[in-house]
C-alpha cells in the first residue's frame, strides 16, 4: 500500500514527537511541516522542508495530500482555531492511530484524531475530531468523545460516559461510569471525577472538586 503524503501543521515540541512516530510509519509519508507565519522563526524543521501556511496549498495541494495538525495542550482554544484554519484551506486531516492500540471494529472516529501507544478503546465508542489520546488511556465501551480534547497517559474513563468539547484531562485521572464532562473542563493528574462537571470548571482531587473556572481565556496549561 503507497503511504499516504502528509504535511504536518505545528512547529513545537508536540509536532517534534509525533514527526518521528509518523517518520517511522509505512503508512505515511511526511512530506514537508508548515505553521503560523509569524512563528516561522521559532519552528523545528524535523528534517522536512519548513513552510508558511499562508503558501503551503501553492507547493502543497489539498488534493496531493492531507494535513494533520500537531499541536498539543498549551492553549486548548487555539488549538481549536488552528484545526479550524485547516478545514478551512480545504485540506483533508488525516488520523494517526499507533499500530499498538488495541481498538476494535465498531469503534467510530472522524478527523486529526491522535492516539499513542498502548491506549485501549473499547466496543462502540465515538470519537468525534481533533482530540489527543496519550499512551495507555483506556476509554471503556459506549463512551463518547467530542471534539479538540485532551487525554493525558494513563487516564481512564468509564463506560457510557459522555466527554464534550476543548476538555483537558490530567495523568493518571479517572472518570467513573456514567459520567458527563461538560465544555471546557480540566480534570487534574491523579484526580476520581465521580459525578457531571460544569463547563469551564477545574477539578482537582479525588473524589474531584471544583476549584475554579477558566470562562474567559479557557484552559491554558503552562
Given amino acids: ?19 518521528g512516530y509518523l517518520m517511522r510509519d509505512k503508512r505515511y509519508e511526511p512530506v514537508a511541516c508548515t505553521v503560523d507565519a509569524g512563528y516561522l522563526s521559532q519552528a523545528r524543521e524535523f528534517g522536512l522542508p519548513l513552510i508558511s501556511i499562508d503558501d ?3 507547493q502543497h495541494p489539498p488534493g496531493e495530500v492531507q494535513m494533520i495538525l500537531a499541536v498539543g495542550y498549551a492553549n486548548m482554544r487555539a ?3 488552528m484545526y479550524q484554519k485547516a478545514v478551512s484551506l480545504g485540506y483533508t486531516l488525516a488520523n494517526y492511530i499507533h499500530e499498538t492500540v ?13 492516539v499513542f501507544p498502548g491506549t485501549v478503546i473499547e466496543p462502540r465508542v465515538k470519537i468525534s475530531n481533533n482530540n489527543i489520546i496519550w499512551s495507555n488511556v483506556t476509554v471503556c465501551h459506549d463512551t463518547v468523545i467530542g471534539n479538540h480534547n485532551f ?15 476543548g476538555c483537558f484531562l490530567g ?23 465521580l459525578e457531571d462537571s460544569q463547563a469551564n470548571g477545574k477539578y482537582l482531587g479525588s473524589p474531584a472538586k471544583l476549584t475554579g473556572r477558566h470562562n474567559d481565556q479557557g484552559i491554558v496549561i503552562d
Fill in 56 to 58: 503551503i496549498a501553492v
Fill in 171 to 193: 495523568f493518571s485521572s479517572t472518570v467513573k461510569d456514567h459520567v458527563r464532562l461538560a465544555p471546557e473542563t480540566l480534570l487534574g493528574a491523579n484526580s476520581l471525577l
Fill in 1 to 19: 500500500m503507497k503511504p499516504q503524503p502528509l504535511v504536518i501543521y505545528g512547529g513545537g515540541p508536540f509536532a517534534a514527537m509525533l514527526a
Fill in 102 to 114: 488495541l481498538i476494535t471494529h465498531d469503534v467510530e472516529y472522524g478527523d486529526n484524531n491522535i
Fill in 79 to 81: 488549538r481549536q482555531a
Fill in 151 to 165: 487525554l493525558a497517559a494513563n487516564t481512564t474513563i468509564g463506560g457510557h460516559c459522555v466527554v464534550e468539547d
